[in-house]
């Protein structure tokens, strides 16, 4: 999720879904509801919200700048609920507003503990329709920095996985990772 009251993300982000969970499901147990204007769908932990600036910060406090601070966001907090129905219904939502909210790329800041790449779990699914749908799937390999940590998520072929490195062209102590 993203907290759009940040002065640097209230112009970037055009929605703002938070996955709440329904009584008696029907199709999706988690369902997306919308958290605009700039309400705060990042309740769980902040990180969607400095990823978020990471990438769209406008500098409107004359602060912070982000990589792309044209970008249009739109923020999925999933943190909240059950992680795996969530993270799935969130993707499922996603797809079915690519072509109408102009969804080109779907980063994926969250990590899971390493094992091996299983292309039949839920969540590899879920990347792998995003991807056949046209949308680029980026994932963080991790954030911890002992060997083999690297999230299995960030594995998939059809997954760019990046990790984040030093001013000196180095992996970053924080970043997950195969073998040294």
């Known amino acids: 999720g993203i907290d759009a009251s940040h002065p640097d993300l209230a112009q970037r982000v055009a929605h703002n879904m938070k996955l709440v969970e329904v009584g008696a499901p029907v199709g999706d147990i988690i369902v997306p509801s919308e958290q605009l204007p700039y309400n705060n769908s990042d309740t769980s932990s902040g990180h969607g919200t400095h990823v978020a600036g990471i990438v769209a910060a406008d500098n409107t ?54 094992r091996l790449f299983d292309p039949e779990e839920p969540i590899n699914q879920a990347t792998k329709r995003a991807h056949d749908a046209g949308i680029t799937v980026v994932f963080a390999a991790g954030n911890a920095s002992t060997e083999m940590a690297i999230n299995p998520y960030s594995v998939a072929p059809w997954v760019i996985s990046v990790g984040n490195g030093t001013l000196n062209h180095q992996r970053n102590a924080t970043s997950s990772g195969g073998l040294e």
Do not use: C, Q
């Not at 990589?67 to 993270?87: E, K, Q, R």
């Open 61 to 114: 406090d004359g602060k912070v700048l982000g990589v792309a601070p044209g970008a249009s966001l739109v923020g999925y907090g999933t943190g909240d609920a059950i992680f795996v129905f969530g993270a799935v219904s969130a993707f499922n939502h996603m797809i079915s507003k690519k072509d109408e909210w102009n969804i080109r790329v779907v980063n994926n800041s969250w990590g899971s503990s390493f």
